[in-house]
């Protein structure tokens, strides 16, 4: 297993449009959590999952965001009528245990809305 | 995060230590983290200490928590032109699973 893996590395997208981002988390991990980062800031949290639940979700910025983990392994994050403001770096980390080494992330992917 | 501060800049010379420090808000966090991002790069786990810890030493990284001040501090030895990058604190609290990160401290090692 070589960590969490995020798909695309780069997303650019016209205002408006719906774009989707994968997260394959550690094998062995059952949290999943999706983060947004902007520029020259530090990452902000989200959404979590723990399997396939859903336990987090106030953070989500909007309803037109919304992040689903349909058999507990891999996650999608779908952005709805993208605007300009989404633009930002979006990371997925996984863990194991509530805390310590288990919190890996991804490398992120980069959406850039015009 | 507006709960956990950092100073935004550090520039130290090739060889000398570096001190990145952080405050945070709430005594009830429990794993206090250090993650480093280098350009256009994920976030990387360098080491992280758990609440009833005072320091925590990991080769050229040592951390201190003080919680009486909420302050944490992250001292690289010898630090190195491969260390530039932007330096994040995290906290994890109690309640939940999330990490609050803070704004990022820019490390920038002069040879």
């Known amino acids: 297993d070589t960590g969490v893996s995020q798909d695309p590395r780069h997303k650019i997208t016209k205002r408006g449009q719906n774009v989707t981002f994968r997260c394959d988390p550690i094998s062995e991990h059952n949290r999943l959590y999706w983060y947004r980062q902007t520029l020259g800031q530090g990452p902000e949290f989200l959404t979590y999952f723990q399997n396939e639940a859903q336990l987090e979700k106030s953070r989500l910025l909007s309803d037109r965001f919304s992040a689903e983990r349909p058999k507990g392994s891999f996650s999608t994050l779908e952005i709805q009528r993208t605007e300009q403001g989404d633009s930002a770096m979006y990371l997925c980390a996984s863990s194991a245990r509530t805390g310590g080494y288990g919190y890996t992330f991804g490398s992120g992917t980069r959406l850039t809305v015009v | 995060g507006e709960d956990v501060e950092q100073s935004l800049f550090l520039s130290v010379r090739e060889g000398d230590s570096s001190v990145i420090n952080c405050t945070y808000t709430?005594?009830?966090?429990?794993?206090l983290y250090w993650y480093k991002q280098e350009p256009g790069a994920g976030l990387q786990l360098l080491t992280y200490?758990?609440?009833?810890?005072d320091m925590k030493q990991d080769q050229r990284l040592t951390v201190l928590l003080n919680k009486k001040d909420k302050h944490l501090s992250l001292r690289i030895a010898d630090t190195q032109t491969g260390d530039s990058a932007i330096y994040f604190c995290a906290e994890q609290r109690n309640a939940g699973n999330m990490l609050t990160f803070g704004g990022g401290t820019r490390l920038m090692v002069k040879p």
């Open positions: 709430d005594s009830s966090s429990t794993y």
């Open positions: 200490i758990f609440s009833n810890m």
